[in-house]
């Protein structure tokens, strides 16, 4: 076999094997899609049923039964507005900054309300 013969093969090969590898990295995308997909829907659920505890509570004659539902303003984090929320938003907030270190991102602050 001639050196330009052997060089055509070995770079038939590393060819081949990335390939293979972009075909896993290609399934592992495919799986973060989906598990993202399905972190999404349990947003969307834990969203719903939040909404539906605060509606409960709101139509609740007991409100001292409910404090974490009294409102009250804070101010957003990244504008620097008032907003009204429930008296469970620091919950929400220290929750979300814990994750955030976690994940090592700094600063959370500026990518939540």
């Given at each position: 076999?001639?050196?330009?013969?052997?060089?055509?093969?070995?770079?038939?090969?590393?060819?081949?094997?990335?390939?293979?590898?972009?075909?896993?990295?290609?399934?592992?995308?495919?799986?973060?899609?989906?598990?993202?997909?399905?972190?999404?829907?349990?947003?969307?659920?834990?969203?719903?049923?939040?909404?539906a505890l605060i509606?409960?509570?709101?139509?609740c004659s007991n409100?001292?039964?409910?404090?974490?539902?009294?409102?009250?303003?804070?101010?957003?984090?990244?504008?620097?507005?008032?907003?009204?929320?429930?008296?469970?938003?620091?919950?929400?907030?220290?929750?979300?900054?814990?994750?955030?270190?976690?994940?090592?991102?700094?600063?959370?602050?500026?990518?939540?309300?």
């Open positions: 076999m001639s050196d330009e013969n052997q060089e055509f093969e070995v770079l038939r090969a590393e060819n081949e094997a990335l390939r293979a590898e972009i075909a896993e990295l290609r399934q592992e995308i495919e799986d973060l899609h989906a598990d993202a997909d399905i972190d999404s829907c349990h947003l969307a659920g834990l969203t719903a049923q939040i909404k509606a409960e509570g709101d139509a409100t001292a039964g409910h404090p974490l539902l009294e409102r009250t303003e804070y101010t957003h984090s990244r504008t620097g507005e008032k907003v009204t929320k429930t008296k469970a938003f620091p919950l929400y907030r220290e929750a979300f900054d814990a994750e955030a270190e976690r994940l090592g991102i700094a600063n959370p602050e500026k990518i939540r309300g």
